[in-house]
């Protein structure tokens, strides 16, 4: 059964400050980006940082607080849409960096704000299948890279960031617990990005799109339901989890979303110092409960909404 053991993050240094927004921004203060985001700054990768550059840091450190050594992997997944490159896959490229055994497998998934539920599905059946005993999951993101910065809707909320999971096989129950996911491909089309993509030309490639208001829409309708029909077909009730922990889009959308299913202090919300971190913002908000000490077991649904439209949710026990 797979068993989560330790999460690290790691984000750039460098910040994007709501102060920093408001001289671009036409009729955008500071203090109205946090009020309508819940965010204070955002990381920012360095110019030829890649994603795949803050996964290695994060799992550098994920190794250093861990017992298992990178020498143990079996399996090595990354979730991330701001790739190396076309090819090769940017897992191979980290696979390298990291020194892990050439026994290791290595792919990238090509998913957003749902990535990291699609990575624990994956390292999860992997491990329950017993092919696989430990899986290094990593996700990462620079999606500041794809950003206009005049485009409020956007340029407001994302932030660059990566995580490190380490997941393993152990004889006792699953930490991990049974996964629903969804899709609207109709609705493809409200977060968008034609970067590194071969339907247009590269002299026509435009920067990071989202309709804001249509994503919330959907998120407030399909996301409520989607947790109702998790909830009915694994026999449980939300008052079974001490936490709820949803994508960090904005403050706005989880908070109503918390309110919405009568839960507000079940919330987590993570977002202030790092802003939308994309596949890395549950990781980042489960970091702090996989490196307590000596402390009572909880148990976290986990809720995963965004780009595709897509979603996606589980549960784990930490």
């Not at 068993?3 to 009729?27: M, Q, R």
């Not at 998934?109 to 990291?116: D, E, K, M, V």
């Not at 096989?169 to 977060?191: A, C, H, R, V, Y």
């Not at 993509?197 to 998120?219: C, E, P, Q």
Request: aromatic share 8%; proline share 2%; charged share 20%.
């Amino acid at each position: 059964m797979a068993k989560i053991i330790k999460i690290a993050s790691h984000l750039p240094e460098e910040k994007i400050t709501n102060e920093k927004l408001s001289f671009n921004l036409k009729n955008w203060s500071a203090d109205k980006i946090y009020e309508k985001t819940g965010i204070k700054k955002r990381s920012k990768s360095k110019e030829n940082e890649t994603a795949a550059d803050l996964a290695i840091l994060a799992a550098e450190k994920v190794f250093k607080i861990s017992d298992i050594s990178k020498e143990e992997i079996d399996m090595l997944i990354f979730v991330t849409q701001t790739q190396n490159q076309c090819l090769p896959t940017s897992a191979c490229e980290i696979h390298n960096s990291l020194g892990l055994k050439t026994e290791c497998g290595a792919f990238d998934i090509n998913q957003g704000c749902t990535g990291y539920i699609y990575g624990l599905f994956l390292a999860n059946s992997l491990i329950n299948n017993k092919s696989i005993k430990k899986v290094l999951l990593l996700t990462g993101d620079t999606y500041t890279k794809l950003l206009d910065p005049d485009n409020a809707s956007v340029s407001t909320l994302f932030g660059d960031g990566a995580s490190a999971t380490i997941i393993v096989q152990e004889d006792t129950n699953s930490s991990i617990g049974s996964f629903e996911f969804g899709t609207d491909g109709s609705k493809s089309g409200l977060i968008k990005c034609d970067f590194a993509g071969f339907r247009k030309s590269i002299d026509n490639w435009g920067h990071l799109y989202m309709d804001g208001a249509n994503v919330m829409t959907f998120t407030l309708s399909a996301i409520p339901k989607a947790i109702y029909s998790y909830l009915e077909k694994t026999n449980s009730e939300l008052k079974d989890y001490e936490y709820v922990i949803f994508h960090q889009a904005n403050k706005f959308i989880l908070e109503r979303l918390y309110k919405k299913l009568g839960i507000p202090e079940k919330g987590i919300i993570h977002l202030e110092n790092c802003g939308n971190t994309v596949s890395s913002s549950i990781p980042l908000a489960m970091e702090e409960f996989t490196n307590r000490n000596n402390q009572n077991e909880v148990n976290i649904l986990l809720v995963g909404f965004g780009v595709g439209l897509s979603w996606g949710i589980t549960s784990v026990r930490l």
